[in-house]
């Protein structure tokens, strides 16, 4: 796993040299684009990894709920995606499922005194 880049590195290189490769047709930029792609992936999701250990559970856990009914409200109100019965179906169990989690939560705070 440690010499993976190099060696990739190496057979792209020996494969543009005699065959030629697609990508190499459109520039530098692309490569560099697509060189720091994981980067850009991994970033976030190593602070999302690092906030989750700060946070209580509880507050992750919501996060977890709150993000398909965020997605589903921008693919709806703003870009307008076609929702069909399946997906108001999984939004449905969704929104159940989040007003169980806040009702025990509420539940749980009652009963411990906080």
């Known amino acids: 796993a440690r010499w993976g880049s190099p ?17 190499a047709v459109n520039g530098v930029w692309l490569l560099m684009l ?6 850009v992936t991994s970033v976030p999701l190593l602070l ?6 700060r ?3 509880t507050s992750v856990g919501l996060l977890q709920y709150l993000n398909p009914i965020l997605q589903a409200l ?8 076609p929702m069909p019965l399946e997906r108001w179906w999984g939004l449905g169990l969704i929104v159940i499922a989040l ?5 025990d939560a509420l539940k749980s705070r009652r009963f411990s005194g906080s």
């Open 34 to 39: 697509l060189g720091s792609a994981g980067v």
């Open 74 to 81: 921008v693919g709806i109100v703003i870009l307008a995606e």
């Open 48 to 53: 999302f990894a690092s906030a989750t250990r």
């Open 7 to 23: 060696v990739v590195g190496g057979v792209l290189g020996g494969v543009g040299g005699e065959a030629g490769l697609e990508i």
């Open 55 to 57: 946070l209580p559970l």
């Open 99 to 103: 007003g169980i989690f806040v009702t």
